[in-house]
């Protein structure tokens, strides 16, 4: 509502609508009502997501694991199957908010690294498909930003975080993020990755693979383990 009011506040028109992205329906629901108040979908941003940190080892459980890739991929998924017909009238927009955890595999992170790669790919291959039909796809890869999602994020028994476990001094701040990735979208960029740090770890990874791992397994035992 805060949102609404602030996009409202600067002239905008705003529709809330409360969704659940893990559920299919939900999502056709969110993309019909739009559709019913505006007439239109000139861009569909799939922001909707949760964190998650735990050892694969240390998990007993990983009915939590589907639920993540339901959220993660799935709702994002969901969401533009049901906006797709829409965007192909506009010739619009898709963005996929994935994140540097969807470039290079992070310790710790095998629940979200896996959503966040799986996007990547089902949205890659969705921009070839799309191109001829004019609906432009942009792919996000944002690293550390400065939201509660570390905090609300799965530990390794399925139960929420509470705490972040990585350096929040430094993150992002959320203006920032939001205006690379509207100015991506607008300029129909394929990608919009963030960070000198996100950039050069994904060439390292074809280069020099090992020595990637080796900084990620270091960064690992600097991090405050979760609970």
Not at 160 to 174: F, I
Not at 211 to 217: K, S, Y
Request: proline fraction near 3%.
């Amino acid at each position: 509502e805060q949102v609404a009011a602030d996009c409202a506040a600067a002239g905008a028109q705003t529709l809330v609508v409360p969704t659940d992205v893990s559920v299919q329906a939900q999502c056709a629901a969110l993309v019909a009502a739009c559709v019913a108040r505006f007439g239109r979908v000139d861009a569909l941003v799939n922001n909707a997501g949760r964190s998650a940190h735990a050892l694969f080892e240390e998990v007993a459980d990983l009915a939590w694991y589907e639920e993540l890739m339901k959220i993660n991929l799935w709702g994002s998924v969901w969401c533009t199957h049901a906006a797709l017909p829409y965007l192909k009238q506009s010739r619009g927009s898709i963005v996929a908010v994935s994140s540097l955890a969807g470039l290079v595999g992070v310790p710790g992170r095998t629940a979200y690294g896996a959503t966040k790669f799986a996007m990547s790919g089902f949205f890659e291959a969705l921009r070839a498909e799309l191109k001829a039909a004019g609906v432009s796809v942009t792919i996000a890869y944002p690293g550390v930003v400065a939201t509660r999602i570390r905090y609300r994020g799965f530990n390794a028994a399925g139960g929420a975080l509470g705490s972040s476990s990585l350096k929040e001094d430094k993150a992002m701040p959320v203006e920032e993020c939001a205006r690379l990735i509207v100015d991506g979208m607008q300029a129909r960029r394929r990608e919009v990755v963030m960070s000198a740090k996100g950039k050069l770890g994904r060439w390292m990874k074809l280069i020099a693979p090992g020595l990637v791992e080796r900084m990620a397994l270091a960064a690992l035992k600097d991090e405050v383990k979760p609970h």
